[in-house]
């Protein structure tokens, strides 16, 4: 069994910073690319960003210069810095991961979700 587990939301007043971690754990053989999505309410879910496991990283145009997305792959970690945060940032940010497990399973799976929340 594998899970992901995030930590690090919370609230920020604007222009303020938080940086989010998910970590996998369990049965993992590899995994491929990692990312952060967000959903806010009324909102369907977006990509935020991503990253392979070779380092390449993909951003939303909205959050490009403001997000960096890195990884740990040590660690099977992912973590998602946030600076100049916005009103419009409010969102739950869910991780996800391409995992193949020890039994050569192909996996995609979503953490549990941490709120941010950027007062206006």
């Known amino acids: 069994q594998v899970q992901l587990v995030e930590s690090g939301g919370g609230l920020v007043q604007p222009g303020g910073s938080l940086r989010l971690s998910c970590a996998a754990s369990?049965?993992?053989?590899?995994?491929?690319?990692m990312g952060w999505y967000r959903q806010a309410p009324g909102k369907q879910r977006e990509l935020v960003a991503a990253?392979?496991?070779?380092?390449?990283?993909n951003y939303a145009d909205s959050m490009k210069g403001r997000f960096t997305i890195s990884r740990d792959n040590a660690k099977n970690t992912v973590y998602l810095q946030m600076n100049s945060l916005k009103p419009e940032d409010t969102a739950v940010y869910y991780c996800?991961?391409?995992?193949?497990?020890?039994?050569?399973?192909?996996?995609?799976?979503w953490g549990q979700g941490t709120q941010v929340t950027v007062p206006s």
């Open positions: 990253v392979t496991s070779g380092g390449s990283t």
């Open positions: 996800n991961a391409w995992v193949t497990t020890t039994g050569r399973a192909q996996l995609h799976l």
């Open positions: 369990g049965s993992i053989f590899s995994i491929n690319a």
